[in-house]
């Protein structure tokens, strides 16, 4: 049954299709929704009708419902709006339909009224099979969200973002707004702009996040902060993400990182009970970075199954194949995984070189184990007592497969932490059923980017470091940050900040962050801090991938009412689209044509 009555004295309706059950034969009901199927039976037509709640069998009978009802069902199409009353009778038993709630009932009609009519839909709603491009349900939108699936997911969302209000109400969080036209916050991507028509040559930037909002309000008091809001990071798109999507923003007071860990796993506990998700078993498995990052390859690593990595620099510490020795030398590392017994044909094997080669690996030697050595192109290369030093190391028993990887460290988890997982799916080796959800705690605060000569934080230039901070070794800093991990999938992330303006200016200069730019960036928060800020901390949560993960959806773009395409296309309302020139003008912005390759 549906939990919300229907308006009352309501000339549409006065229950739901959903609630057209067995208890109501004999009562008088009005239905109003979608004509989800007809069907022509000898003399009587049946109208499928589909509001939110359900579906309802509607039958139009030439005597019982007078000529002109009759005329009425005739002409009725797919997708056509229609009220209907009349009494609502039991099924002859063979006509019953146990697939749905309200399948031993019909609603014989004896008044109907056409409401709207419908154009032939693009696809078909009723029965979907998945035969729409994802580009003509997008253009079509609000058709696709007339499909179940997309309903039940949308539902969902709701249920997930009310069990998260629900918990932080209970817990004394405050629901505070922040705003949308604002400052850069530096979260990593490029900012989304918008010219200022008063201040010609400024512009706002649309938060990529409200971080530095949410800690001014705990310097304001507030001590327990949470927002559903929205964030806007303009990445060159990167799989399955949104340029503008929502996080679960939250922040506290006068608490360490266990604390804020705490509460978190009631959190996550809750909303998933809510949202009918896997049980959380309290308190939840913790691992520390460089564990994640030495066993998995990855920060986020999905711990359903092993395939572990394994270091195999000391065994190969005196070789003589060179390719191993230069990688060793140059402050590279050799690591590899023990794949199990597999039997593979060697174009397959091409297959991974290949892959590695497009996950940034120079090279991939495999093997397989046979007797005491291995049976690959790479074995003449190794001496006996390496490989059986190898064989061991890897934990390899007769025909295992072995994959190694010699590169930069950065490479070689990459690379084996993404081959872990491809693996993993092709040899079926992922129970569906299997839950691991993991906090990853103990980060570095900063890490070396080769490319650009420069420390870069892990998380933000607003993460606490663990103890005192040392600006001659920033490599050395650990950070009280905590990212949450759900079958491989980050959910969230947080860490407890910098509250003294000495430390963040500190840390700003660390990140090669000169005294002036982070007086112009971040003036205002330094300012903040010396004004008296508590202690504090929190997280965010990506709520349309926890809501994806929930649901099953394929993409994130199935949970989300209007989604843009992965290349950031509107095909909805069609935006991005050109502007009037006078509009240009009066934001003084002129636009650079961005010149053809070849012109
Ligand atoms: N602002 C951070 C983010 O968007 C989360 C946090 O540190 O609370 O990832």
């Known amino acids: 049954m549906s939990e919300v009555a229907p308006l009352r004295g309501n000339g549409y309706r006065d229950t739901w299709c959903g609630d057209v059950l067995p208890a109501r034969v004999d009562s008088e009901v009005r239905v109003a929704g979608w004509v989800n199927r007809r069907r022509d039976h000898g003399g009587l037509i049946f109208i499928d009708l589909r509001d939110r709640t359900g579906i309802v069998q ?14 009425l069902a005739h002409k009725l199409r797919a997708e056509d709006v229609l009220s209907a009353s009349g009494p609502v009778v039991r099924r002859d038993p063979e006509t019953v339909n146990a697939e749905l709630p309200t399948g031993e009932v019909e609603l014989k009609v004896t008044g109907a009224e056409l409401l709207a009519d419908s154009e ?56 505070v707004e922040t705003p949308v036209l604002t400052r850069s916050t530096p979260e990593g991507a490029r900012d989304f702009l918008v010219p200022s028509s008063q201040q010609h040559g400024s512009f706002y930037a649309l938060p990529q996040s409200p971080q530095l909002f949410k800690q001014l309000l705990m310097v304001s008091g507030f001590e327990r902060y949470y ?48 949202a009918g998700g896997p049980k959380i078993e309290l308190p939840m498995r913790r691992m520390c970075y460089d564990e994640a990052m030495g066993r998995f390859g990855t ?44 039997e593979m044909p060697r174009s397959e094997l091409d297959g991974l070189i290949s892959r590695a080669q497009e996950l940034g690996a120079k090279g991939l030697v495999w093997a397989f184990r046979e007797g005491g050595g291995w049976r690959s192109p790479t074995a003449k290369f190794l001496s006996e007592s390496e490989l059986t030093d190898l064989n061991q190391r890897l934990g390899a028993e007769e025909g295992d497969l072995l994959l190694l990887v010699a590169d930069q460290r950065q490479v070689t988890d990459t690379v084996l932490g993404q081959m872990r997982i491809d693996l993993a799916e092709r040899f079926d080796l992922i129970d569906p059923e299997a839950n691991e959800l993991v906090w990853i705690v103990d980060w570095p605060l900063m890490e070396w980017n080769e490319g650009e000569q420069r420390w870069d934080s892990l998380h933000h230039p607003f993460t606490a470091p663990a103890g005192e901070f040392d600006p001659s070794k920033p490599g050395e800093a650990r950070a009280v940050a905590y990212d949450v991990v759900w079958n491989g999938q980050e959910l969230g992330g947080g860490s407890i900040r ?102």
């Open 58 to 71: 509607l039958v139009f009978h030439p005597d019982s419902s007078g000529a002109q009802l009759f005329e």
């Open 498 to 599: 910098i509250n003294r303006a000495d430390v963040q200016e500190q840390v700003f200069a660390a990140l090669g962050i000169d005294a002036e730019t982070a007086q112009a960036r971040f003036g205002f928060l330094l300012e903040a801090l010396s004004y008296g800020a508590p202690p504090h901390g929190g997280i965010a949560y990506g709520v349309d991938r926890i809501v994806q993960r929930l649901s099953g959806a394929e993409t994130i773009r199935d949970v989300i009412a209007f989604p843009k395409t992965a290349s950031g296309f509107d095909l909805l309302t069609g935006a991005p689209a050109p502007v009037e020139e006078a509009q240009l003008r009066d934001l003084g912005v002129a636009i650079h044509k961005r010149k053809l390759a070849g012109h």
């Open 299 to 342: 920060d986020r690593p999905d711990l359903r199954f092993g395939l572990e990595l394994v270091d195999l620099g000391e065994a190969l510490r005196e070789t003589e194949f060179k390719v191993f020795r230069s990688v060793l030398e140059g402050g590279g590392s050799i690591r590899g995984i023990n794949a199990g017994k597999r």
């Open 227 to 274: 927002q559903v809001a929205r964030c806007f990071r303009d990445e060159a798109t990167r799989a399955d993400r949104q340029a503008e999507f929502t996080q679960l923003d939250i922040e506290m007071s006068f608490v360490d990182g266990e604390d804020i860990i705490e509460v978190n796993e009631r959190l996550l506990a809750h909303v998933f009970e809510r």
């Open 120 to 175: 032939t839909p693009p696809f078909q709603i009723e029965g979907y099979a998945g035969d729409a491009s994802e580009d003509v349900r997008m253009r079509y939108r609000y058709l696709d969200l007339r499909r179940e699936q997309m309903r039940e997911a949308l539902i969902l969302r709701h249920r997930v973002v009310a069990a998260m209000r629900e918990f932080l109400d209970r817990e004394g969080f405050i629901d």
